[in-house]
């Protein structure tokens, strides 16, 4: 009953954070200043999610079965784990790309912040989610823009506008 009261605290309080956070959205068309970021459906899917554990350890609480240990954890693993960090996504500050005219700041987890300048993009490469984006001087990538995220488009369009290269995946032709 304690995991059930906890998960119905982490449901509650994620739900409210993500409501909080959608009404302070602004939705720009602006190529100067944007930022990507985690859409709310991704909030919407974990709600989802989530209901559908609370429902199945309700249903058996109301039947008065004890369910395994190892469909437990499954059930964590599978569900809850991802269901959760769906709900969280949308929060301001867990994951977003923050561009400011030549600034770049990415920001993960609410700690790990990196700042960048557009003109030192180098190219980006066209992936399966989205883009790997590589600077000047450095082999590896310097950070991922998401395709699924609002403000990927602006990012793209942005790209093409300052003439960066993007290396898309060459496809077979049949």
């Given at each position: 009953m304690t995991f059930l009261r906890t998960l119905l605290v982490a449901f509650?309080?994620?739900?409210?954070?993500?409501?909080?956070?959608?009404r302070k959205r602004e939705k720009t068309?602006?190529?100067?200043?944007?930022?990507?970021?985690?859409?709310?459906?991704?909030?919407?899917?974990?709600?989802?999610?989530?209901?559908?554990?609370?429902?199945?350890?309700?249903?058996?609480?109301y039947e008065n079965?004890?369910?395994p240990f190892w469909i437990m954890i499954i059930l964590t693993i599978g569900l809850i784990g991802p269901s959760f960090l769906l709900m969280i996504a949308p929060i301001?500050?867990?994951?977003?790309?923050?561009?400011?005219?030549?600034?770049?700041?990415?920001?993960?987890?609410?700690?790990?912040?990196k700042h960048w300048k557009f003109s030192?993009?180098?190219?980006?490469?066209?992936?399966?989610?989205?883009?790997?984006?590589?600077v000047e001087g450095k082999k590896q990538k310097?950070?991922?823009?998401?395709?699924?995220?609002?403000?990927?488009s602006n990012f793209i369009e942005r790209m093409e506008k300052e003439g960066k290269k993007i290396i898309y995946p060459e496809t077979k032709e049949q």
């Open positions: 509650i309080v994620a739900g409210i954070l993500d409501f909080l956070t959608n068309a602006s190529l100067e200043k944007f930022v990507v970021k985690a859409p709310m459906d991704f909030a919407l899917l974990g709600t989802i999610g989530m209901l559908f554990t609370i429902g199945i350890l309700l249903f058996a609480k079965k004890i369910i301001k500050g867990l994951w977003e790309i923050t561009i400011n005219n030549d600034d770049i700041t990415v920001i993960k987890g609410f700690v790990y912040k030192s993009i180098a190219y980006g490469k066209a992936s399966r989610g989205g883009i790997k984006i590589y310097a950070f991922f823009v998401d395709g699924m995220c609002e403000g990927s």
